[in-house]
């Protein structure tokens, strides 16, 4: 801020910028609600998981499962992480001048809403590296979900450990930035703004609470059936309807 | 260290200040000392210790020590009350007016340095005037008017009393740079025009004597310098010693600046 500016004409960039980074992020982070959602349909049963894998493969439209279709939904999810990802960019701190001063100020400010922030950097940047891993699994192995197949990659497959970081590093950071977007344009703050945020703050932490337990939970449930399953690593699961009327039980 | 013995300060004793009623504590303040005309000394911490008094604010105890202890100490005061907005510093690391910061709120231990983000004229004095006036200029923090200088003979249009009240709630601004110091985004990036910037413009948006159009604002308001450069941290606005509703205009400008930009 050294000299006065006249008659420029800025570019409309870093407005669309900003909101293409929100728009964005809302959606990813809608998404990421909806799938813990459907994914936990694990801990009603093997067949509730086995029947939305199925739907999400177009079953009950098309009459069979067509795995093509995950596929189309993976790409569409890695583009906007792309998009979204390039515009947070800009966010980071660009320079070694910038993280110093930068953690020199959040040290001394001890103030929630930065120390947030920062939080969300960090994961965010935790997110490139972990997101890809398994977007890439799933954009080449989309016919590998089920109560089975999924289960024998998360225990079998040795994908437990990200899904752990990953379910930290997503609901943390989708979770701060709804808060932070909410804020940003100012919805729902109701009349009294500082009480609308302390309220938003709230329940910001208790939906981050839920879908944390709920994950672990899922998570954990992944875990015991593959390592039932270890033994036949590969076969798939069979859901009630279809199995062969179980052999009456030997009764003496 | 012993514990600070609080008990001897009664609670509602309402004698002045002034009268240097002994709170029982004895302070230690760690000052920040640098004067840049002086640059082969190094910037240190000088301690300083006195005696606590009831209801002494930082004004009160900086104002001992130049007196009593180091008349070179230089810090800023004008009003003491809040409202001409030269002694913000940082306390303990978080930026606040000096004359409204009751030693009793704090540890017994307090360390004062210079608000970062602009330009120091020695120990606790910085120069956020000039840097007020360079964002003033930027985004032409003043009415501007199509139809020329109003016709002084006349009465003034009315204003709806809502109106004038909104406006004046902003106007409560001191320019005191608590936003500025409180604000990673302007920490990082010192051409950022920070919450006073955005919330004075948004005084000039809600105020009908101003003619510009949101096209005008957004010239002045539209990219990372400003509106669009606000990552929502919110030290502004739990920072600002006027209580401010600072979140709400920034957000308010960006919808505003999204518009016209759209
Ligand atoms: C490679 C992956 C990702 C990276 C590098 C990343 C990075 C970032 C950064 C640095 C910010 C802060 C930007 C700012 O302060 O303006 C941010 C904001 C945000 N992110 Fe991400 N993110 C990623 C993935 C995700 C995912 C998967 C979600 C959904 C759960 C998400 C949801 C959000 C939201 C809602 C915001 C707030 C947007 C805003 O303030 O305008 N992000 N992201
Ligand atoms: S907005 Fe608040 S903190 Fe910022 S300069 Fe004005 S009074 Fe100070
Ligand atoms: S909301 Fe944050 S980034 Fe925006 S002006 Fe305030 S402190 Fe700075
Ligand atoms: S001396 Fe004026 S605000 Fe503190």
């Known amino acids: 801020m050294t000299q006065p500016l006249t008659g420029r004409r800025p570019s409309r960039l870093s407005a669309w910028m900003d909101m293409v980074q929100g728009g964005t992020g809302l959606l990813l982070v809608l998404f990421m609600w909806a799938h813990m959602l459907m994914v936990s349909s694990i801990l009603l049963g093997k067949d509730a998981m086995y029947w939305v894998a199925r739907m999400f493969e177009g079953e009950p439209l098309l009459g069979k499962p067509y795995p093509i279709l995950v596929s189309g939904v993976v790409l569409f999810i890695l583009a906007a992480i792309v998009v979204h990802a390039v515009l947070a960019l800009r966010r980071f701190p660009a320079s070694s001048h910038q993280y110093q001063t930068l953690h020199h100020h959040i040290r001394s400010l001890r103030h929630g809403d930065t120390t947030l922030w920062y939080l969300q950097v960090i994961t965010g940047f935790a997110l490139f590296f972990l997101a890809s891993v398994h977007l890439y699994q799933m954009l080449l192995h989309p016919g590998d979900i089920g109560p089975y197949a999924s289960s024998d990659r998360v225990w079998s497959g040795r994908f437990w450990p990200l899904y752990l970081l990953l379910l930290f590093a997503v609901e943390l950071h989708g979770g701060i930035g709804v808060y932070r977007l909410v804020v940003k344009w100012g919805w729902f703050l109701g009349k009294d703004p500082r009480r609308g945020r302390r309220r938003l703050q709230r329940i910001k932490w208790l939906i981050t609470a839920f879908l944390l337990a709920l994950g672990l939970l899922t998570l954990a449930a992944y875990m015991k059936i593959g390592m039932e399953h270890e033994a036949r690593v590969g076969e798939r699961y069979v859901p009630a309807h279809l199995q062969p009327v179980a052999e009456p039980q030997g009764n003496p | ?262």
Request: hydrophobic share 40%.
């Open chain 2, 1 to 262: 260290m012993r514990a600070a013995p609080m008990t001897n300060a009664p609670a509602n004793d309402n004698r002045i200040a002034a009268s240097n009623v002994n709170g029982g504590r004895t302070l230690t303040l760690r000052i920040f000392r640098y004067n840049p005309l002086q640059p082969e000394q190094e910037p240190h911490l000088q301690s300083f210790t006195l005696e606590e008094a009831d209801t002494m604010t930082l004004f009160i105890a900086l104002n001992e020590i130049r007196e009593n202890m180091d008349p070179t100490l230089q810090f800023d005061f004008v009003c003491r009350a809040g409202i001409c907005g030269s002694c913000a510093m940082l306390i303990n690391g978080r930026p606040g007016l000096a004359c409204r910061t009751l030693t009793r709120d704090l540890p017994r231990e307090i360390t004062l340095a210079p608000l970062p983000g602009f330009e120091l004229i020695g120990d606790l004095s910085v120069n956020t005037g000039k840097w007020m006036r360079g964002m003033s200029e930027q985004l032409q923090t003043w009415i501007h008017r199509t139809g020329g200088a109003p016709d002084l003979c006349r009465l003034e249009e009315r204003m709806e009393p809502e109106v004038a009240e909104n406006i004046y709630e902003l106007e409560r601004c001191i320019e005191c740079g608590c936003c500025i110091s409180a604000c990673g985004t302007a920490q990082m990036r010192p051409d950022f025009v920070g919450a006073v910037g955005i919330n004075q413009l948004a005084r000039f948006r809600i105020d009908p004597r101003d003619d510009r159009t949101d096209t005008q604002f957004f010239e002045v308001l539209g990219d990372d310098t400003g509106v669009f450069g606000c990552m929502t941290l919110l030290g502004c606005e739990d920072f600002c010693p006027k209580d401010l509703p600072l979140a709400q205009q920034i957000a308010y400008m960006r919808r505003k600046m999204v518009l016209a930009a759209t």
